[in-house]
């Protein structure tokens, strides 16, 4: 059973910094694709940023910049570092990940519970 598990959300101040942290486990054969989206308060979920398994970079426009997306193969760990941060970025920022669990299963979307985040004064 794959799970993603997000950590490090919380309140920070306009022009403040967090890390996001992404540990993934479970039976893992191959990752395409991993990244991070967030969803604010009436609004549609939306890509943050996302790293593909040749180390491949995309950022949404809002965060080019700000934001920096990285991967540790090892610890099977997705890290988010956000400088420069924005009350526009408050949302609940959440881990997705498109795996293969085994050399038999397809791949598969993967969605952590979720971390909040917050910029205010």
């Known amino acids: 059973q794959v799970q993603l598990v997000e950590f490090g959300g919380g309140l920070v101040q306009p022009g403040g910094s967090l890390r996001l942290s992404c540990a993934v486990s479970?039976?893992?054969?191959?990752?395409?694709?991993i990244g991070w989206y967030r969803q604010a308060p009436g609004k549609e979920r939306e890509l943050v940023a996302i790293i593909t398994a040749s180390g491949s970079r995309t950022y949404a426009d809002s965060v080019k910049g700000r934001f920096t997306i990285s991967r540790d193969n090892a610890k099977n760990t997705l890290y988010l570092e956000m400088n420069t941060l924005k009350p526009e970025d408050t949302a609940e920022y959440y881990c997705n990940a498109n795996i293969r669990p085994s050399r038999y299963n397809p791949f598969n979307d993967y969605w952590g519970q979720g971390t909040q985040v917050t910029v205010s004064e």
């Open positions: 479970g039976t893992i054969f191959s990752i395409n694709y």
